[in-house]
Each structure stands twice: as C-alpha cells, then as structure tokens.
C-alpha cells in the first residue's frame, strides 16, 4: 500500500508561516506530480497548488495564494514542501498533498492548519 504522510500543520497567527511537509515512504515520489489541496469546515476541497514530476519545472498556484505560497521538491528526501507565508484568516484548513502518476492516485491523511490570533 503506497503511503503519504503530511506534516508541519498548527496553529498560526494571521501574517505568519508554516512549511508543510508531504514525504513518501513506499514509492519514489519524484516520478509523480504532487498536488496539495485543503478543505475548510462546510467547503469543498480545493486544490492549493501543484508541481511536475522529476524537476517540478511546472507549478500551479490557486489564485488567493499566489506570491504567499511556494510548492517544491526534494526528490532526495522524497518530499514535497509547501512553504506558507503571510497567512490569512481563510488560509485555515485541512491540507492534504496527492501524488498522480498516469491513472494512480495517492492521498496523505491531512494535517491541519489554523489561522487565528
């Protein structure tokens, strides 16, 4: 069973940061695109932001966290991170990260995220 574990969820204040963390311990996680999604209580799950496989030359970002949030990737550590600044009120969440490969696809657990002062 392919296995994704998230961490480096907690609670912040508004303008503060977090890096979460989506490590893989039973594939190689460079051969797959990363995604990471959250889900605020009563919302639907949206997808915060998005990276290639190998070289993670391609990424994505949901408008609302553009020039706050930075996707990469060390293939070394068979990790992908999402470094989280200037976070907001709506920020808050549970974060998931999934990694696709063709038709397969792999979800963590969540960690969660609050932003509250």
């Known amino acids: 069973q392919e296995h994704l574990v998230e961490s480096g969820g907690g609670l912040v204040q508004p303008g503060g940061s977090l890096r979460l963390s989506c490590t893989a311990s039973t594939f190689y996680l460079e051969y797959y695109a990363v995604g990471w999604f959250r889900q605020a209580p009563g919302k639907e799950r949206e997808e915060v932001s998005c990276i290639s496989s190998n070289t993670g030359a391609r990424t994505t970002y949901l408008d609302s966290v553009k020039g706050r949030f930075t996707i990469s990737r060390d293939n070394a550590k068979n990790t992908v991170f999402l470094q989280m600044n200037d976070l907001k009120f709506e920020d808050t969440g549970l974060y998931y990260c999934?990694?696709?490969?063709?038709?397969?696809?792999?979800w963590g657990q969540g960690t969660q995220v609050t932003v509250s002062v």
């Open positions: 999934a990694a696709t490969i063709l038709s397969r696809k792999y």
